[in-house]
């Protein structure tokens, strides 16, 4: 076809198209603010969609997301936040306080739904669980204050002369709360507690490397997106070096750790995308209470215990939601 032939057919078939046609509308577009990285957060992210899927969106068809991951560079989180603000996204969804409280930072107009471990009280994100106020709203699965139980558990199933040791990332905000929390609780039980600081890979090498010499037996890792999602490497070195586990996720327990309690994170990320569909829809992040967890789920894993030359008492066993064997 030549030049002057394809005008006149364009000209032709514009001419055809049906006039005052409604243009299709935009599709409405998710920020997704990790500490992490996605390979490590999947199974929580596919938990997520879960919960918009029931609410009736779903990516490519009707939703678009724009995600952004850390990597476990904490420091990351301003800019990013920042970039999603910029975007204009109509709503950004947080893991944990530091995303959080950086995705403040950058807007108090655009709504935020946070999922995070701790009080958001305590940060300044909302006003009360209750009633938000703001732009901020989000689940709560209260790990970081179930410590001093982990704490506890733990202590029936390692040796009455076992070194215990804290697991914590220092750039997170929770890390010396928390750390006295535990420090408060080993007090009481007559403990000793020994802290140790790890915000990447090869710092939690050196922990483990380190362990032996101060005859760690028992192992807390504190809540925290790097460290869990680093749960299959720490399970894995807990064996190698014999120290008994304790996170506060089902996921951890089942990739190798001795045991979990706390509330299931599954859930709460299903919750969270409950949350943003319901925020598209026109509803107020102040006006949707914090999502608080009901239940707290034990899970012990006999094949690590087994493997560690460990008994677990019969009375724990009757406690645990679920046995791995």
Do not use: C
């Amino acid at each position: 076809m030549q030049r002057r032939e394809f005008i006149a057919w364009l000209g032709g078939a514009l001419a055809s198209l049906p006039r005052g046609a409604p243009a299709q509308p935009a599709m409405p577009v998710i920020g997704f603010l990790g500490l992490s990285s996605y390979d490590e957060w999947k199974k929580y992210v596919i938990a997520f969609h879960q919960g918009l899927n029931q609410s009736g969106f779903a990516e490519g068809r009707n939703l678009a997301m724009q995600y952004r991951w850390a990597e476990g560079r904490y420091d990351r989180l301003s800019e990013m936040a920042i970039d999603l603000v910029d975007r204009k996204v109509d709503v950004i969804v947080v893991i944990a306080p530091p995303a959080a409280l950086a995705a403040k930072a950058a807007t108090r107009t655009l709504p935020i739904v946070f999922f995070m471990g701790s009080d958001p009280v305590k940060y300044g994100l909302v006003a009360s669980l209750n009633r938000p106020g703001g732009n901020i709203t989000g689940v709560s699965a209260l790990s970081n204050a179930t410590g001093a139980r982990r704490f506890q558990l733990l202590r029936e199933i390692v040796p009455a002369d076992a070194t215990n040791a804290l697991l914590v990332n220092p750039t997170n905000q929770n890390s010396d709360p928390d750390t006295r929390e535990i420090q408060a609780a080993a007090e009481s039980m007559k403990q000793q507690l020994i802290v140790v600081k790890a915000s990447s890979d090869a710092e939690i090498e050196i922990a483990f490397a380190g362990f032996p010499q101060q005859r760690v037996g028992a192992l807390l890792i504190n809540p925290d997106p790097f460290l869990l999602g680093q749960a299959d490497r720490i399970a894995a070195l807990a064996l190698r070096y014999r120290v008994a586990s304790i996170f506060y996720t089902r996921e951890a327990a089942a990739a190798g750790g001795l045991i979990s309690y706390g509330a299931s994170f599954t859930d709460a990320h299903r919750q969270v995308g409950i949350y943003a569909a319901r925020i598209l829809k026109g509803e107020k992040p102040a006006d949707l209470p914090v999502v608080q967890p009901t239940e707290f789920e034990t899970v012990v894993n006999l094949k690590t215990a087994k493997a560690l030359g460990l008994a677990v008492p019969a009375t724990l066993l009757g406690l645990a939601d679920e046995v791995i064997e």
